[in-house]
Each structure stands twice: as C-alpha cells, then as structure tokens.
C-alpha cells in the first residue's frame, strides 16, 4: 500500500476527505456572507485575552505557507495540501503565555474540541498554524472557514475546523476523540490511535 509521502501532487479541495461531527455550525452562513463578523477567542491563562478578526490574523502575523499531508487516523483517507496561515505560537505569544500552561484547548463553533500539549507548539513552531487558506484559497465551508488549525504531522482529530475558541490551561484537557473515545492525545500519524 502507497503511503501519503509516496504520491506527490497536490489534492484539490473537491476530492479531499472531510468528518463533520457535530454537522456544520449555524455561524457558517453569516461568515460567508460577511466575514468581518468572525471572531477568534484566545483565553485562559494568558496575560491579556484576545479576540482577533480574520483580517487581523492576516495582516498582523507573518503568513506561513507548507505543504502538508491531512490523514485521517484510519489511514485510508488522506491528501495532500498546500496551507496557509499564521504560526499558532506568535498568536497566543501576543495573548501573553503564563508559565503554568500545559494544554491547549481548541473549539470549533460548531462544538467540536481536541487538545495540543504547549510544549510541542513552542518546540516546532512550523508544524502548527492557525489556517485561513487551502490550496491557494480561502478554505471553503466544508473544510473550516473561516479558520481552522494545521497541526502536520498529527492525524485529522487534531485539526480543528471552524476555529473561534483557543484556551490555554494548566491542566490535562482532552477534547473529544482524546477524552471521550480515548484515542492517542499525541495523534502522531502513522501510529495507532486506541
């Protein structure tokens, strides 16, 4: 069996496998039509909160663009990617990060939640992006926009879609598939998940 390093080639956004869990979120039709109403939260133990706009997270964080593989954690389904977006990490460094923070907590609007432990965020900066483009465009309803985490290298339950909550917190949150299904906190692709 071919592995997703083994077939090069960008996939385009049509062909590319999706999960809704939780179906789409009822904000996704008022962010289509007016994005400048879409708000990211960072909160929890950070020294100021944030709420940052689309545009804000444009303009104000320097872009990052990679190619990356998006897995599902059946290893069945998967595709190759071009992303962009900017660096998870200089976003919650402007929030100021407390020294007690283990865990980061993310939350799709429409009630999807995985986890990141901080440590790997601050040590592969690269790997973990707040993304805002897919294949040279803005991501499209299905796969997040208007924002949606890149964590490369980790199966697809840790690339949240539809972004609007990011909480930084000094204990071991697990997010859905982590805590409820009991699936790896570490997702790391290529490795068994129960």
């Given at each position: 069996?071919?592995?997703?390093e ?13 999960y809704?869990?939780?179906?789409l ?9 007016d ?27 320097e ?5 990356s593989?998006?897995q ?10 071009l ?33 990141l ?6 040590e ?5 992006l ?5 294949n040279?465009e ?36 697990k ?7 009991g ?12």
């Amino acid at each position: 069996m071919s592995l997703p390093e083994d077939v090069p080639g960008i996939t385009a956004v049509e062909h590319l496998f999706r999960y809704d869990i939780f179906g789409l979120p009822a904000e996704l039709g008022r962010w289509s039509r007016d994005n400048s109403l879409f708000r990211l939260k960072v909160d929890g133990c950070v020294e100021r909160e944030g709420a940052f706009s689309l545009l804000e997270l444009r303009n104000d964080f320097e872009p990052v663009e990679t190619e990356s593989v998006l897995q599902c954690m059946t290893r069945v389904h998967w595709g190759r990617v071009l992303l962009r977006g900017a660096r998870l990490y200089e976003v919650l460094q402007a929030c100021g990060i407390r020294p007690q923070v283990r865990k980061i907590a993310f939350h799709g609007a429409e009630g999807f939640s995985t986890d990141l432990f901080l440590r790997e965020v601050v040590e592969e900066p690269e790997r973990f992006l707040l993304v805002y483009e897919m294949n040279g465009e803005p991501l499209t309803g299905e796969h997040g926009f208007p924002l949606r985490i890149a964590a490369i290298g980790k199966y697809a339950y840790k690339w949240c879609k539809w972004l609007v909550r990011i909480s930084l917190l000094d204990y071991d949150f697990k997010g859905h598939y982590e805590g409820k299904r009991g699936w790896s906190d570490a997702a790391t692709r290529g490795e068994r998940v129960v």
